[in-house]
């Protein structure tokens, strides 16, 4: 019956249906440095206030169909999972810029749910032009026919009242 690990109590507090969850188990083998998003301010209880920070920033401005990333005006390369300092350099000199949306995909996988669940789900690693990578989906073509170096481009969907970044194939449906 261990569907699901709950090992961590506050990662399971966080945890909901949808990209969010896959992000979070798929982030915790991967990086430490997505803890925030395992431990998201409200699963600790903090107040709205308190949570101010790139986090919030970013989703705030996805909510608005904004989708931005962070640049290092000291070493100008680009950031991305929000950060408060520049993973590279350590400056605390991060300013917001929107991407231009356009990415390639560096690998693929096809999470199996039931059709209950919202169906087979794919997850992919996706390089951005401006050179990070990030953790998303693609959608507007089945799950397991994302290939690896698919031309997608960035979209804001709504899902469960959250804005969520996904990807749809380059030239295909929107
Ligand atoms: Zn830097």
Redesign the pocket.
Known sequence: MARQSTADPVTSIARRPGLWSVFTQGFCGLSPSVSFLTHSPRSIGMTTSEAAGPERIYQQALRAGVFQIQR?A??E?HVFYPRVA?P????A?LTWVRPSGAGTVYSSSVVRRKPEQGGDLNIALVDLAEGVRLMSRVEGVAPDAVRIGMAVRASIVSEQGQALLVFVPEGGRT
């Open positions: 290092c000291a070493c390369r520049c590279h350099c350590g400056a000199a």
